[in-house]
């Protein structure tokens, strides 16, 4: 089992050696920004909903060194291609990096070129936003060279690199959570209004398992996209600015009345979410995230078989709750379990995936962690 932080040996010392190795040189700055796991309120953030991710101790490291020219070179320990070229230009893995760098200058901040260096224990394709981390990694490496880059200028910056540079028009939350978490708990965010809100979050006795399917997990591929458009067409259809200032939606293709049901119903789950869990009502927690997982698989359709077994397995196995986490279409699910039954939860989730002929799924544990920051 992936244990935190267990992956993170040694990350520094390896991306500084990537980039001497990479540029001949040694790095002038690292930023480190971890990966997410949003425990409720998914696919709410570009709804202007709420969401209470934590950030994960799981990270991205990126080691920066200015140019003397505007480009920008990127080297990754996970790619076997490297990237160099005009930052507006980057697209595909490389966006994320060089995209942001696009960004910054394009909200008006100095950014000379830049050789990139990355390395990163995050599970790509695994819905715990490693390309948020790669994107907060790299701006906070480069703020180091610049004097200093305010958070919120980081997160729009990533956003912005993620929808135009990759075309993944991601919704802010997992930008924001890279940005702002603290260690310990987690970060209510209400996009409505932008606020954020620390929840202590100690579920003593209890693990936040997580079981990654191995199914790749791609925004960019269009799926992800068409469900924020048919979120876009309902609001406009009904003169309204977001589906949170909706109860339902009683006019229309009964995608839209799904796609409504879905975010109106997981907002008050996430509200109810935070009282739970402020009362150590742990089994109210749980069954949240149950229910939560049935509005995705139902009403807004972007979980799948892989997904939906290792819920099933989980609560089978006596897990309190459990719910894919992320955007879903692959990715991660999630179990709140008591500790002393993790190991047979997991050997269960892997026997069921070896019955159906799958991949062995892979494991980590889920804990609260601090946000971005120069290390």
Request: proline letters at 4%; a negative charge; charged letters at 20%.
């Amino acid at each position: 089992m992936n244990l935190p932080g267990s992956t993170l040996t040694g990350m520094l010392s390896s991306v500084s050696a990537l980039f001497a190795e990479t540029f001949g040189r040694a790095p002038e700055r690292v930023g480190r920004a971890p990966g997410r796991l949003n425990l409720i309120g998914e696919h709410t953030d570009y709804n202007a909903g709420l969401c209470l991710p934590i950030a994960l101790p799981h990270s991205t490291y990126a080691a920066v060194a200015p140019r003397v020219d505007r480009l920008v070179h990127v080297v990754s320990a996970q790619r076997t291609e490297p990237w160099e070229g005009e930052a507006a230009e980057a697209t595909g893995w490389a966006g994320y990096a060089a995209g942001v760098v696009w960004a910054l200058r394009e909200a008006g901040i100095e950014v000379p070129g830049v050789d990139i260096a990355v390395d990163s224990a995050v599970p790509q394709g695994a819905g715990l936003s490693s390309s948020a981390a790669l994107e907060c990694a790299v701006a906070v490496a480069v703020s180091g060279l610049v004097g200093g880059i305010d958070p919120d200028t980081v997160v729009a910056a990533g956003v912005r690199a993620e929808a135009e540079a990759v075309g993944a028009p991601t919704g802010g939350m997992d930008q924001t959570v890279a940005m702002y978490a603290e260690r310990g708990h987690a970060l209510l965010i209400d996009f409505a209004d932008g606020s954020r809100r620390n929840v202590p979050w100690h579920p003593d006795g209890l693990t936040l398992l997580v079981v990654n399917t191995g199914v790749s997990h791609a925004l960019a591929d269009g799926a992800y996209a068409a469900r924020r458009r048919e979120c876009e067409t309902a609001c406009a259809e009904l003169g309204i600015a977001s589906l949170r200032e909706v109860d339902h939606v009683a006019e229309g293709p009964e995608a839209w009345k799904r796609r409504a049901r879905h975010v109106t119903s997981e907002n008050a789950r996430v509200a109810a979410f935070v009282e739970a869990i402020a009362k150590d009502d742990w089994s109210q927690a749980g069954a949240l995230m149950t229910a939560s997982h049935r509005s995705l698989r139902d009403d807004y359709e972007v979980s799948r078989a892989e997904l939906d077994l290792a819920v099933e397995v989980a609560l089978a196995q006596g897990a309190l709750g459990a719910r894919m986490t992320g955007g879903g279409f692959g990715g991660c699910a999630l179990a709140l379990v008591a500790d002393d039954q993790v190991l047979d939860l997991t050997r269960a989730v892997a026997t069921a995936y070896s019955h159906e002929g799958w991949r062995a799924p892979t494991f980590l544990v889920g804990e609260a962690s601090g946000a971005a920051e120069l290390v």
